[in-house]
């Protein structure tokens, strides 16, 4: 076994081997049992965190002044179809973006993937994240990459998470270059509080990748914690510094402005199809909302941000931009139809026909590093 904690692999930069490194003892022992969607879906706490939230905004809705719940399904039924099926179009134009966009951070590790393997893969990582709290979709995610080839379980989570940073820092200054061009001649306070913590989302990330680079690993070493554990961070840092080159920093900058212009695109092609008199977002607010919608996603503590997310977007609907409370309720579910429902129906269905969760449905990628053996 390579010794990843040895002077070519820690000094900076990062040159992984083009052949995947033998997993550690620690990733041996993760199972498909462990992460199960079938076993997950079956656990009480994973129930209460699906219906919880949903039955406390059902009566957050219902107590609202001004909100007509018999008057959805006619909204609903009004709006323009071919609209809305360019949001889901646009919206679905996102996955292989993304998988373009890990395939870049894969071959920085000396793997080669398949944009169309990637994207399959991030899609039914999106399905676990809309089905069971604690993100575990984004640790599923790796978990079919190992199964489906040799690379190494703790590298392929560290390009995970460098693309979870990626993201951040995309929304939070994307969210502040809408907001700023919005809100020009004055902020609400609701958009100041968004603004601050977009700002504070910004210097966390950077002090936390600050901090990781250089006292990782020795914050591990004077803390308690077996060598098997140091093993599996050294793996875990190759694959968050080693998946970036200076010289991929445009075209993957490029990729993620790309990838959540999609998000925007989707909630200002949803409002325009409702067509509610005197509710124009424009595409500075659909990117501000959209935006402050997906920064909700990150809390945890419900699949797919389920309750927090639907609250937070209503908020800023009724509050900032002034849509009354039965609109700003329309526009709220179908948007998060397109962006969660139909990633549940279209992800059980690819996750029953797709041998990647069985370790079986990897195709061989062009080029001679990294392919699957």
Not at 154 to 176: H, N, Y
Not at 258 to 266: D, G, Q, S, V, Y
């Amino acid at each position: 076994m390579t010794d990843a904690s040895g002077p070519e692999e820690a000094s900076p930069p990062f040159n992984p081997p083009a052949d995947p490194a033998p997993p550690t003892n620690a990733e041996r022992e993760v199972s498909a049992d462990d992460i199960s969607l079938g076993k997950r879906l079956r656990q009480p706490r994973t129930a209460i965190s699906i219906v919880l939230p949903i039955v406390v905004l059902v009566l957050v809705i219902r107590a609202l002044p001004g909100f007509h719940l018999e008057a959805l399904p006619g909204n609903i039924l009004a709006a323009n179809k071919w609209l809305l099926l360019a949001a889901l179009g646009v919206y679905y134009l996102g996955f292989p973006l993304r998988g373009y966009r890990w395939t870049i951070l894969l071959r920085g590790i000396g793997f080669r993937l398949g944009v169309r393997d990637a994207s399959e893969i991030i899609f039914l990582s999106w399905l676990v994240n809309c089905l069971v709290p604690a993100k575990l979709g984004d640790i599923y995610r790796a978990y079919l990459l190992k199964i489906n080839s040799s690379v190494s379980l703790s590298r392929t989570f560290g390009t995970v998470f460098i693309e979870r940073v990626l993201d951040l820092f995309a929304i939070a200054v994307l969210g502040l270059a809408s907001g700023f061009v919005s809100f020009r001649n004055g902020m609400p306070p609701a958009v100041q509080f968004v603004f601050a913590l977009g700002a504070v989302v910004v210097l966390i990330l950077g002090l936390g990748l600050f901090t990781l680079r250089n006292f990782g690993r020795r914050i591990l070493e004077i803390l308690p914690f077996p060598h098997s554990v140091l093993e599996l961070y050294d793996k875990f840092e190759e694959g968050v510094f080693g998946a970036i080159e200076l010289r991929q920093v445009p075209i993957l900058g490029l990729v993620t402005g790309l990838i959540w212009a999609t998000e925007a695109m989707r909630l200002f092609l949803v409002v325009e199809a409702l067509g509610f008199p005197g509710v124009h977002l424009g595409i500075s607010g659909s990117f501000f909302v959209a935006l402050a919608g997906s920064l909700l996603t990150a809390v945890p503590f419900t699949p797919g941000g389920l309750g927090i997310v639907e609250a937070g977007v209503g908020s800023l609907l009724t509050i900032v931009y002034g849509v009354p409370p039965t609109e700003a309720a329309t526009i709220v579910l179908v948007d998060r139809a397109i962006s969660v429902l139909s990633i549940i129906v279209l992800g059980s269905l690819t996750y029953t026909v797709s041998p990647k969760r069985r370790g079986a449905g990897l195709r061989r990628a062009p080029g001679p590093a990294g392919a699957p053996t």
